[in-house]
């Protein structure tokens, strides 16, 4: 099972980090992209099979509830939601790390994390089962099984991303089935 995870965040930029600059940064971000361009790079297998959350750990717990076992997690994030972002331990599972423990169990394989293209951010994670690239570089076309949007409305400005992506997702068509010719 192939998931696509995106959060709102992602389309705004300069990123919010933690409470010491996120309301200074939210009164400068501006939105960088928009959610057809991101969601054109991507073939979902049943358009109708999507999902949209308050709370970005809610991934985590639907994928617990639903036993899913998840070969590849594109995760289009500002964040990687591996750890804290200040690298603090966290007790439990929240925002910032609720990867993290998919991955250790293997219920998770392997997880693509596309970041924004004015960041580095990524750039400093190095994890054996983790692919880290800016959105721009990512050049796969990858066959989507369920997709799940956040709403950060914590770290990004008011926006109707959540609405312009279930209406997106709403209006696609289920790809149609096609069979190799070997004549």
Wanted: hydrophobic share 35%; aromatic share 14%; with cysteine.
């Amino acid at each position: 099972m192939v998931i696509l995870d995106i959060d709102a965040d992602f389309f705004f930029w300069p990123t919010a980090y933690d409470e010491d600059n996120k309301k200074e940064i939210l009164a400068k971000q501006t939105q960088t992209k928009n959610i057809k361009e991101v969601l054109n790079r991507f073939i979902f297998k049943d358009p109708k099979r999507y999902k949209i959350f308050n709370d970005h750990d809610s991934l985590y717990y639907d994928i617990r509830l639903n036993n899913y076992l998840v070969t590849e997690l594109i995760h289009i994030d500002a964040h990687s939601d591996l750890s804290n972002n200040d690298g603090k331990f966290q007790e439990g599972v929240g925002i910032g790390n609720f990867i993290t423990p998919l991955l250790n169990e293997q219920i998770i394989r392997s997880m693509t994390w596309l970041y924004q293209d004015e960041d580095n951010v990524g750039e400093d994670l190095f994890l054996s089962n983790v692919i880290n690239l800016r959105f721009s570089d990512y050049n796969f076309l990858q066959q989507i099984d369920i997709a799940y949007f956040t709403i950060s409305k914590e770290y990004c400005p008011p926006n109707n991303l959540d609405i312009q992506f279930k209406e997106y997702m709403d209006n696609l068509e289920r790809p149609k089935k096609f069979q190799w010719s070997l004549k």
